[in-house]
């Protein structure tokens, strides 16, 4: 019987797992780095930075069409072997290095907003080694099932949570319109593109997604419901707060979810979303330790890639318990972010010209 | 990967009953509703009161414990709040915690010391405070005010300021201030803040609204009175807005948060009498800002409607189109002059608006550098200020015409 | 020993070890006297009593015959009045004329469902089911007719899937009158009943049903092989096969599940399930289920739309107050008080400062007690019993706040969750969410809020990542597919067409709307 197990993964799902690697950034450090540069404007620079991949997905996606293979196989088939195992141990390092600091970010946002007297390691480890390794270890299918089945209460918590602060606003604040000024937002918002750059590493995905018009449309779709809501929220924290102290604030979302009331009914409600947002944490790194288990195994030729998982776990709370504290690790995150956003922009780029450059070379 | 689970288990087992910090029975912790901020007399040290609310006092039955008072205060001096839970600990055996914390008291002496916006500044550090808790300057010493006061009816603590800090809303006498506009405006903008005390200084003005804290003509009940606000600026307060001054500074802010206010007039018809009204906020008021010229002009325009509902002339305005345009004339003229006088004040003495125009402001400027460069706040006081009330009287009360008693006596 | 070992090192399917395979295959001879012996013996006569013969001579062919049947098994009456009379009264035939055995069973006999049969496996067979096996003298062939005459008790009302709203009967435990309460539903010829065997030494028949035309063969063929896999040498009910031919018989997630209800059998195969019916069971087996086969009952469909989805909302509601309440509450007392009201935090703080155990302790203490109180109030004999165990719970819990061993909201706690679990519709939903729970209070206990998320989290990809017979169990949820949209809430019945693709139909959309019964 059974279509399912095929173990594809449809438009839906893949959609899911996307909004779940990339939407979540709205509720840790990354609307400071980009407040910290756009200001009044930062609202912008995630509509600009999913613009600037919209380019590369687009090329990269007839590409995959045409090879219908993943994105790894396509770059050893178009670079070669050993430039190919290169620049997926590059993407590897680029993803499972934002794993572990992310993973420390999320322990401190908890230990810092929530669990003063808990221990980092103590949240890494059931976090990471916990939950995130149990999703991802039930495979590829389970974890976009799960993605489906929670991503749709995530959208509408956050527009829940839009609602009930939506009276505590003041739109004026998101004046003046350009912020820092046209010139660093643009700049700025090419820098930090890597926050959408896992558009164009789901593409490794390529062969498990049903058909190719799925992958399409998930990706599309998945580039732009994330960059909107990571817009919308980052309007609503100046409109909440206001500049400058929207810049002094360590994690906007945690304090915006204090803020939120409904009615007079309950207003301190934010317990409610800290379970909310841990269930998209622990999915988000299942997600990240599943991609780069299967990169690992692509690099190191391993095929069942599934066992890497868990010691890929146990080194990233390890790597992730390195930085004393989280603003320390907030200068490498930049630093990565930086490199990375070079990569996934330039990859699809790369590709293509390789690409044309054989079909002239052949006939 | 079974095999693998087990010892993972174990591991995790092992973690998890290592423990968490974090558990702590209810009745462990001590719930704090209100503290209040003083000056000591050393320098750079405060003194700080907890009001902490008994459990056992007004909650349930089962729990009811007789002859103990509703909130235990503790007053400590240390160099900061935090240092000042801490210390508080000596004394009592359960933990303090802020989770229940609403208001926050600051006694005026410290409010308009240099130390205060160090000490706020570093409290909202403390995870545990809140932003959405509310800020109260007191006239005299907060410990002070904490004590004195002593509702008959709400004799728990929070209930108290839950209940007081709703009926705000309908009239407007002291500003809705809360942390987080607090610091919004720690810059050259003026933040108001609500101005309690109590203290009785009764004195008797024709306008009911004049009042500032402690001076309302009331002769018994509990001492505390709200009324008007302090002018806080780059966190010190500098002054103090009364009733009215305090009203007029929420209508001309672009989002009006008075739901409801009454506010009485010299009746244009008789000089003799007064005539009571009940204004509703209706929408938004508009605001523009020109900063091409200099001096600087601001338009407001403030929309609201009006009820009637006690006329002491008895003078009859139902059906009379006459009359009803005199009175909205006089009412609009009223506002605007007691706004401009207001506004004129705040250029001269305070130099800053608390009106959020500056936001209405940035709306001119590109970027953030340009606002910044530009100085708001130097250009406000001498800018052209142009207000403008619309007023439309929505009803007359339940009589269509005043009892004809004044005929009668003729 | 060797007969064993050789089986063992064989390894022979189950079909060719079962005790009716120990019965010699001999063909029947042509003495009457032996047939007779032979079969007396296989059935241990005279010791047993069971086998019961009667011995005559048929005019028509002016032969002996004797006509054996098992008592209890067929039905006596059919016997004399369509079988013994008609031997008897049949007319001599004229010389060289007479009838074949296959003439006296298609014209002799006035009974339905005869056949020849030449061996005396199929004739202990036939009579263990209840057919009457006629062996003729001189004949290498006997008849056998079908006169099973069980005793069974009549058609009566669903005891634990109560409706108030639509049909009221209830499968009984004879497989052809529950066959016969699904066909008066399903009116349909491609609605196929295969039967196959459990069981070695006293082996059962097991009813497959599925409606051909929209059923997945592969499904079929997965089923049958999971119940010819069952190694037992009796499998009485299904309740028992349904543990046999289970995926998971540790995990808490029922993948098979049972109905009394013809109705809703009806439904489940115009869905695409497979059904399966077995003698001595007044249920069906359903065999591939997902979490919406358990969420639902016969009555959502049976009320207006409205109506229906109130109750679900109602029901998803329960599901999650019994999840989670318990947890919710210690994490929040422990861990979140800010998210108490403070008037509310006072009053337990208040209370709990005369509670001598830690909020832990107090819980599971509650806790255990009401699953003791539930227990007992089963085996108390009236039906009243879980209403006693019930209001028993609350007054004990009023004794134990005056007592000072609990805080008088954690009985209310307790009470409300208690009172969730008992609107869930599937027996097997409410065990699993009440064992879950403790789990979930665990995890609150250690980590709060924080532990709460990440056990759900797991949970739900624990449950999202299993699979009844194939078909995922949040499907057509997640994965996504095509469906009827008949899930958490049901489209008016007008826009409820299409049939689960999970469970890759044959047919996408339905043809026909009838027997429109819950799933």
Not at chain 2, 259 to 283: G, K
């Amino acid at each position: 019987m059974i279509r399912v197990s095929d173990g594809k993964i449809g438009g839906r799902e893949f959609f899911a797992i996307i909004y779940s690697m990339m939407a979540i950034r709205i509720t840790n450090s990354t609307p400071n780095l980009l407040l910290d540069s756009g200001i009044t404007a930062a609202w912008m620079m995630p509509l600009l930075s999913a613009a600037f991949l919209l380019g590369p997905l687009l090329l990269l996606l007839p590409l995959l069409k045409k090879h219908n293979i993943g994105l790894v196989d396509l770059l050893y088939k178009l670079t070669g072997n050993a430039f190919g195992r290169l620049i997926t141990l590059a993407l590897f390092v680029a993803i499972f290095s934002s794993t572990s600091l992310n993973g420390r970010n999320y322990a401190d946002i908890v230990t810092t907003m929530y669990y003063p007297e808990t221990s980092v390691l103590l949240i890494m480890v059931v976090l990471i080694l916990g939950a995130s390794f149990y999703i991802a270890h039930r495979g590829l299918e389970a974890v976009s099932r799960t993605a489906l089945l929670v991503v749709p209460v995530f959208m509408l918590t956050s527009v829940f949570l839009i609602i009930s602060v939506a009276s505590q606003l003041n739109y004026y604040y998101v004046f003046p319109i350009a912020g820092s000024g046209a010139g660093t937002i643009l700049k700025d918002s090419v820098a930090y593109s890597a926050f959408y750059g896992d558009i164009i590493l789901i593409g490794i995905l390529y062969a498990y997604v049903r058909s190719h018009g799925a992958f399409r449309k998930a990706a599309l779709w998945g580039l732009w419901v994330p960059a909107f809501k990571m817009a919308v929220f980052l309007a609503v924290y100046v409109m909440m707060f206001d500049y400058p102290a929207v810049q002094n604030i360590a994690f906007p979302y945690h304090h915006l979810t204090r803020m939120a009331m409904i009615g007079t009914v309950a207003n301190h409600v934010e317990a409610v979303f800290l379970a909310l947002w841990f269930i998209g944490a622990s999915l988000h790194f299942a997600i990240y330790l599943y991609l780069s288990a299967f990169l690992l195994g692509k690099v190191i030729n391993y095929r069942e890639f599934e066992y890497l998982i868990l010691p890929l776990a146990g080194i990233a709370v390890v790597l992730g318990m390195i930085p004393d504290n989280h603003l320390q690790g907030e200068q490498w995150r930049k630093l990565l972010l930086e490199v990375s956003s070079g990569l996934f922009l330039l990859l699809p780029v790369l590709l293509w010209v390789l690409d044309r450059f054989r079909k002239k070379a052949k006939p | 990967m079974r095999r693998i689970g087990w010892k993972l288990g174990i591991v995790l087992a092992a973690l998890f009953l290592s423990g968490c910090g974090e558990r702590l029975e209810l009745e462990m912790q001590a719930f704090v509703v209100a503290i209040g901020l003083d000056k000591a007399e050393k320098e750079n040290l405060i003194e700080v009161t907890f009001q902490i609310s008994n459990p056992q006092v007004n909650t349930s039955q089962a729990a009811e414990a007789q002859k103990e008072p509703p909130a235990d205060i503790v007053t400590i001096t240390a160099p900061d709040l935090l240092s000042a839970k801490e210390m508080a600990q000596s004394s009592l055996p359960r933990k303090i915690t802020f989770s229940h914390l609403e208001t926050i008291l600051i006694g005026e002496e410290l409010a308009r010391d240099k130390l205060f916006k160090h000490i706020i500044g570093s409290a909202i550090i403390d995870p545990e405070m809140r932003r959405e808790a509310m800020m109260i300057v007191t006239k005299e010493p907060a410990k002070d005010f904490i004590k004195n006061n002593n509702p008959t009816m709400e004799t728990r603590p929070h209930k108290y300021y839950e209940f007081i800090r709703q009926n705000w809303k309908h009239t407007g006498y002291v500003p809705l201030s809360n942390l987080n506009t607090f610091y919004q405006r720690t810059d050259h903008e003026l933040f108001l803040a609500v101005y309690a005390t109590a203290q009785r200084d009764p004195e008797e003005h024709e306008n009911d609204d004049t009042y500032l804290a402690g001076q309302v003509p009331q002769s018994s009940g509990d001492p505390v009175q709200m009324m008007g606000s302090a002018i806080l600026r780059n966190g010190q307060m500098i002054g103090t807005l009364d009733g009215e001054e305090t009203r007029l500074s929420q209508l001309l802010r672009r989002k009006n948060l008075i739901e409801a206010m009454t506010a009485s007039f010299p009746d244009p018809a008789n000089e003799e009498y007064r005539i009571s009204v009940v204004f509703n906020r209706s929408e938004n008021s508009k605001i523009r800002v020109n900063t091409d010229r200099s001096p600087a002009k601001v338009e407001v325009m403030v929309p609201m409607k009006m009820r009637i509902n006690s006329n002491l002339s008895l003078e009859d305005y139902t059906r009379n189109e006459e009359r009803q345009k005199r009175l909205v004339k006089a009412v609009e003229e009223r506002l605007e002059k007691k706004s401009d006088e207001l506004v004129m004040k705040l250029q001269e003495e305070y130099g800053g608006e608390p009106f959020v125009w500056y936001a209405a402001t940035r709306k001119n400027f590109w970027t953030m550098k340009q606002f910044e460069d530009y100085g708001w706040s130097e250009h406000f006081t001498e800018a052209d200020v142009d207000i403008d009330f619309e007023i439309e009287i929505e009803s007359f009360g339940e009589q269509i015409r005043p009892p004809s008693l004044k005929q009668g006596g003729k | 020993m060797s007969d064993f070992l050789k089986r063992l090192f064989s390894g022979d399917s189950a079909e060719d070890r079962s005790a009716l395979n120990q019965v010699p295959n001999d063909p029947f001879s042509d003495r009457l006297e032996d047939n007779v012996k032979q079969l007396e013996d296989l059935f241990l006569y005279p010791a047993n009593d069971a086998l019961k013969s009667r011995a005559l001579s048929i005019p028509s062919i002016n032969r002996r015959a004797r006509v054996l049947f098992i008592a209890g098994a067929a039905d006596t009456e059919k016997i004399n009045d369509h079988i013994i009379r008609p031997l008897l009264a049949s007319q001599p035939a004229e010389e060289g004329k007479e009838p074949s055995v296959d003439d006296i069973k298609d014209n002799t006999l006035t009974i339905t469902g005869s056949e020849t049969i030449a061996d005396f496996r199929e004739a202990v067979r036939r009579l263990i089911n209840g057919s009457t096996v006629i062996l003729i003298d001189g004949e290498k062939n006997a008849i056998a007719a079908d006169t099973a005459g069980f005793e069974k008790r009549s058609v009566s009302e669903p005891t634990r899937e109560i409706v108030i709203k639509g049909p009221n009967n209830a499968f009984v435990e004879a497989t052809d009158v529950n066959q016969s309460l699904i066909r008066r539903q399903l009116k349909d010829h491609r609605l196929v009943s295969e039967t196959v065997t459990v069981g070695k030494e006293s082996p059962q028949n097991v009813s497959v049903l599925y409606l051909d035309n929209i059923v997945d063969k592969t499904l079929v063929q997965n089923v049958k092989d999971r119940i010819a896999r069952v190694d037992k040498d009796a499998v009485l009910t299904l309740s028992a096969l349904e543990e046999l031919i289970e995926e998971r018989p540790y995990s808490l997630f029922p993948s098979i599940m049972t109905t009394e209800r013809p109705d809703r059998t009806s439904s489940f195969l115009l869905e695409g399930h497979v059904v399966l019916l077995m003698d001595n069971s007044p249920e069906a087996l359903i065999a591939p289920i997902t979490f919406w086969s358990l969420f639902h009952t016969a009555e959502d469909q049976f009320l207006r739309w409205a109506y229906g989805n109130f109750a679900r909302i109602m029901r998803l509601i329960a599901l999650f107050t019994a999840l989670l309440v318990p947890a919710i509450y210690l994490a929040v007392i422990t861990f979140h008080p800010e998210m108490i009201p403070t008037d509310l935090l006072l009053a337990i703080a208040g209370t709990r400062e005369r509670v001598p155990f830690p909020s832990l302790m107090e819980l599971l203490l509650m806790e255990i007690t009401f699953e003791i109180l539930r227990e007992a109030g089963v085996r108390v004999p009236t039906p009243l019993g879980t209403t006693i165990g019930i209001v028993g719970a609350l007054i004990l819990g009023q004794a134990a706040v005056q007592a000072n061993l609990v805080s008088p909201l954690l009985v209310v706690v307790i009470a409300i969750t208690g009172l969730s679990s008992f609107a869930l519709p599937d027996l097997g939903l409410s065990v699993m969410v009440r064992i879950l729970r403790f789990g979930f209070i665990l995890a609150a206990f250690l980590l709060g809020f924080i532990g709460i998320a990440l056990a759900f989290a797991a949970l739900l990809a624990y449950a999202a990542s299993i699979k009844s017979f194939g078909v995922p169990f949040f499907s057509p949820l997640s994965p996504h597919m095509p469906s009827s949209r008949d899930l958490f809430l049901r489209p008016i019945s007008r826009k409820q067409n299409l049939r689960p693709q999970s469970l890759s139909p044959q047919e996408s959309k339905r043809t026909e709307q009838e027997g429109g019964a819950g799933s």
